[in-house]
């Protein structure tokens, strides 16, 4: 009992040592065959590489079938009737020429079946396997699903082929799973970036679109305004407004503005006005619409439901403007030359933005002064 563990630490150092010996023969057997018979029959690998499933089939039925029958038909020939071992010295004439004619006509036969038989056998046996991985793999090249591969159930001494479509099998498994995993990746990764950019548009007090929004909206609408009608521009500025952060806290005004943001988010129409905070307590609504008694009332209807939902005594001043081209109507540069109040220097649209966009904010903010000199709460349209 104590010496079996020596007994089989020996076995296995013997089957290593002699697989050791056995890698070490085949590794001396090639190296001691000379370069030129190595690139011979690597050489002669490679051309049988290149045919087909047929046509190497075809030879290999040609080497075993119809040469031994060429080989016995010409000894035949050469030799006479005393060739064949076992039979008597010389064989009845007769005979012979039985022998010789069933051999040539085996031959013959062997010559004209032996391409169709090679294809029937091949057809059998290998291509209709090969030509079902071929779909399964073509499918997989051009991203469909694969139909499944007929297979039986596993076993352990299975041939070549049958552990060939398991593997492709599993391949198409991962495949696709893998697939459904990156294809949840990128839609996370686009929902990411969708809330991202949201987030990169939007001001974080109110929920409207910021003034970098406006700024690019008001620039998109100014480029097609020549293959659309005109569109609006209402300018809003909180009355009193100070007053309150002054008395109550800033957070009183933070509160104050976001109700007046949820007042003017109620009022517009979602997707197609573009209602956004500028800066302080200035908003701006782009309207995309033609008609300025619609934009009228909807400043009507702001100014009204934001008296109606505050205690603190905050009134609207509201300016509204139409865009005009450069060059419509002269009242566009008396417009630029009037006074701007704080919310035309937060709407400003740049220096690099057209003159008929700066004319429309200049307006628009002009109006709104014009509310707030006669005292606030109310609407002006220029």
Same mark, same amino acid.
């Given at each position: 009992m104590n010496h079996t563990p020596s007994c089989n630490t020996d076995a296995a150092n013997a089957a290593r040592t002699t697989g050791r010996t056995s890698a070490a023969s085949?590794?001396?057997?090639?190296?001691? %065959?000379?370069?030129?018979?190595?690139?011979?029959?690597?050489?002669?690998?490679?051309?049988?590489?290149?045919?087909s499933p047929? %046509?190497?089939?075809?030879?290999?039925?040609?080497?075993?079938?119809?040469?031994?029958?060429?080989?016995?038909?010409?000894?035949?020939?050469?030799?006479?009737? $005393?060739?064949?071992?076992?039979?008597?010295?010389?064989?009845?004439?007769?005979?012979f020429e039985d022998v010789v004619l069933a051999v040539a006509l085996y031959l013959a036969g062997a010559l004209v079946?032996?391409?169709?038989?090679?294809?029937?056998?091949?057809? &059998?046996?290998? +291509?209709?396997?090969?030509?079902?991985?071929?779909? &399964?793999?073509?499918?997989?090249?051009?991203?469909?699903?694969?139909?499944?591969?007929?297979?039986?159930?596993?076993?352990?001494?299975? /041939?070549?082929?049958?552990?060939?479509?398991?593997?492709?099998?599993?391949?198409?498994?991962?495949?696709?799973?893998?697939?459904? /995993?990156?294809?949840?990746?990128?839609?996370? %990764?686009?929902?990411?970036?969708?809330? +991202?950019?949201?987030?990169?548009?939007?001001?974080?007090?109110t929920g409207l679109f910021n003034r970098r929004h406006f700024e690019r909206r008001l620039a998109e609408l100014a480029a097609e305004a020549r293959l659309r009608p005109p569109f609006h521009l209402m300018l809003v500025d909180c009355d009193r407004f100070?007053?309150?952060?002054?008395? /109550?806290?800033?957070?009183?005004?933070?509160?104050?503005?976001?109700?007046?943001?949820?007042?003017? $988010?109620?009022?517009?129409r979602a997707g197609t006005d573009t209602p956004c905070r500028i800066g302080g307590d200035e908003f701006g609504i782009l309207f995309a619409c033609p008609d300025e008694n619609s934009v009228r009332a909807v400043a009507e209807r702001?100014?009204?439901? &934001?008296a109606q939902c505050q205690n603190h005594g905050c009134t609207l001043s509201i300016g509204i403007?139409?865009?005009?081209?450069?060059?419509?109507?002269?009242?566009?540069?008396?417009?630029?030359?009037?006074?701007? %109040?704080?919310?035309?220097?937060? $709407?400003? $649209?740049?220096e690099g933005a057209p003159l008929a966009v700066q004319a429309m904010v200049a307006r628009a903010d002009g109006a709104v002064y014009a509310v707030k000199r006669r005292g606030g709460n109310g609407i002006a349209v220029r």
């Open positions: 085949i590794a001396g057997l090639h190296l001691a %065959t000379p370069r030129w018979l190595r690139r011979l029959i690597d050489a002669f690998w490679r051309g049988v590489d290149t045919l047929r %046509t190497r089939l075809a030879i290999a039925l040609f080497l075993v079938v119809v040469a031994p029958a060429g080989v016995l038909l010409h000894h035949l020939e050469s030799q006479g009737r $005393a060739v064949l071992p076992g039979l008597p010295r010389a064989l009845p004439l007769s005979v079946l032996c391409i169709p038989v090679a294809g029937l056998i091949c057809r &059998f046996v290998l +291509m209709r396997d090969i030509r079902a991985i071929n779909s &399964f793999c073509l499918a997989l090249r051009e991203g469909r699903q694969p139909r499944p591969l007929s297979l039986p159930n596993e076993q352990e001494d299975e /041939h070549d082929l049958l552990r060939l479509k398991r593997n492709l099998e599993w391949m198409a498994h991962l495949v696709a799973s893998r697939e459904r /995993h990156l294809m949840a990746r990128l839609e996370a %990764t686009d929902s990411r970036a969708r809330h +991202m950019e949201e987030l990169a548009v939007r001001d974080a007090l100070k007053a309150v952060n002054d008395t /109550h806290g800033h957070s009183a005004g933070d509160e104050l503005l976001r109700l007046l943001g949820d007042v003017i $988010a109620e009022a517009v702001i100014r009204h439901r &934001f403007a139409r865009y005009r081209q450069q060059g419509e109507g002269r009242a566009d540069a008396a417009c630029q030359l009037a006074p701007v %109040t704080d919310a035309g220097n937060a $709407a400003s $649209a740049g």
